[in-house]
């Protein structure tokens, strides 16, 4: 196919999803069922037109004057390919399978508005009750760190010190242009691919397959760090999930000592048996039920909450999700976060640590939520995060937002990782 072709295809999925209001995985997994004379290298490519048209909905339709699927779609070309508008038009040119070309008038239009600066609410490129929250969080950076969560992710992965360690996997990765981090540790790095082109499939490597890395965002493994857990020590990950966060821990606690994964949906927690296996991570205990846990009340060194959340700090790699959420869901998201923090610091022992983690970049989900609950437990004083983040990554002093009792924030523009909370209150002793 050609790019024409390719345009239209992307065209049509983002019509799919707007008529039946489907999420986009399912909508692309759909169109590649009844086209299956597409190549992967289509497929990818429909698939980047796609993300990036939902990226960029706002800024893609102000560029086009155009907020239609088939203007929000040629915006995206020209914002995130680096294609010139004449340049679209003469790839389509002769096609049969593309979209009609730019008419003379859109040229002109494009042309103007190359020009002219682009507002803030429009390069923000989010809904507009949005625009309230992401001030509050980020001052006057607000805009940029909106565009930054507009952005194409980068491919990160963790390298698992269990089995290997980071210089071994940047070498068996060497051809993939993978760098270290410049926060986690043990962080790998593969940017974002430019156009049409794709991040390579590093689960398909034999250095994956033999489970010595792992994929995960940098502020996920940023926010394992700086948990603080030892080897020997019992740690309960309240809101284990698929296991991410446990994996990372069990890394850097060699293994010793005792974590407890739970989570409140047994489907959730499925794929955590094949990657403790895979990661030959040995001191995992899964409790799926929540009656399990109660002989561990008052125990644990650690509790370590990764809240279920909004995931506003996701939405580079889940832009649909941004024009989905709306006022009501994230008053839902704060009250089981604060019903999460109350119910898993029972677990916390006298002098061990309460960890709260949310994929977020709301306050409200974040240092609202640590400040409510400080309050209401006086037993929980909040620590130095100031401190804590200086002694965890000195050389990374300027790459997050730290509030001594507020919290450490992670941010794309910033930070260059998702938009990741991290906070920690100690039990007294
Ligand atoms: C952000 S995800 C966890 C991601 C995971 N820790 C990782 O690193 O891969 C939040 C999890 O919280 C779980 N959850 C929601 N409500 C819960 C509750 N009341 N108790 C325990 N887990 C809960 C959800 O099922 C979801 O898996």
């Known amino acids: 196919m050609r790019l024409g072709g390719r345009l239209a295809a992307a065209i049509e999925v983002l019509r799919d999803m707007e008529q039946r209001r489907r999420p986009v995985a399912e909508a692309l997994k759909d169109w590649g069922l009844s086209h299956r004379f597409a190549g992967s290298g289509d497929r990818g490519a429909i698939g980047n037109i796609v993300y990036d048209t939902l990226r960029r909905r706002l800024s893609a339709a102000w560029l086009m004057d155009d907020d239609s699927v088939r203007g929000q779609a040629f915006g995206a070309l020209i ?95 060497g051809e993939t242009g993978a760098e270290p981090m410049r926060i986690a540790s043990q962080g790998v790095r593969i940017a974002p691919i430019a156009g049409g082109g794709r991040h390579p499939n590093v689960q398909a490597e034999p250095a994956f397959q033999k489970g010595w890395f792992e994929i995960q965002d940098e502020g996920s493994q940023v926010a394992a760090e700086l948990a603080g857990a030892k080897p020997g020590m019992q740690v309960l990950d309240y809101c284990a999930g698929g296991g991410g966060k446990t994996l990372a821990l069990a890394a850097i606690m060699k293994n010793e000592g005792r974590i ?41 060194d650690i509790v370590l909450i990764d809240a279920p959340c909004t995931g506003s700090g996701t939405w580079r790699r889940r ?58 437990n006086e037993a929980f004083k909040i620590v130095d995060h100031v401190a804590l983040w200086r002694e965890s990554f000195p050389d990374a002093a300027d790459l997050a937002r730290v509030d001594a009792r507020g919290g450490i924030r992670l941010s794309p523009a910033l930070s260059g990782t998702d938009g990741f909370y991290f906070s920690a209150l100690e039990r007294a002793g």
């Open 319 to 376: 832009p649909d999700a941004k024009w989905r959420l709306s006022q009501k869901q994230v008053d839902q998201r704060c009250r089981e976060q604060a019903d999460i923090l109350d119910k898993a610091s029972r677990f916390v022992k006298p002098g061990g640590r309460l960890v709260y983690i949310t994929c977020s970049v709301f306050d409200a989900e974040n240092r609202d939520q640590l400040e409510a609950f400080a309050a209401r």
């Open 79 to 173: 914002l995130e390919w680096g294609l010139s508008p004449d340049a679209i038009n003469t790839e389509l040119t002769g096609d049969r399978f593309a979209p009609e070309p730019l008419s003379a008038d859109e040229l002109a239009g494009v042309q103007r508005r190359l020009r002219e600066q682009m507002p803030d609410e429009v390069r923000a490129d989010c809904p507009d009750w949005v625009v309230p929250h992401l001030q509050a969080a980020f001052g006057e950076a607000w805009a940029q760190e909106a565009a930054g969560l507009a952005d194409r992710p980068p491919l990160d992965l963790r390298a698992n010190t269990l089995m290997s360690d980071r210089e071994t996997v940047l070498r068996e990765l």
């Open 260 to 300: 407890v994964a739970h989570d409140s949906e047994k489907q959730r927690l499925a794929p955590i048996f094949d990657r403790l296996r895979r990661s030959e991570v040995r001191n995992v205990e899964v409790m799926a039920r929540a009656p399990e846990l109660e002989p561990l009340v008052g125990s644990m």
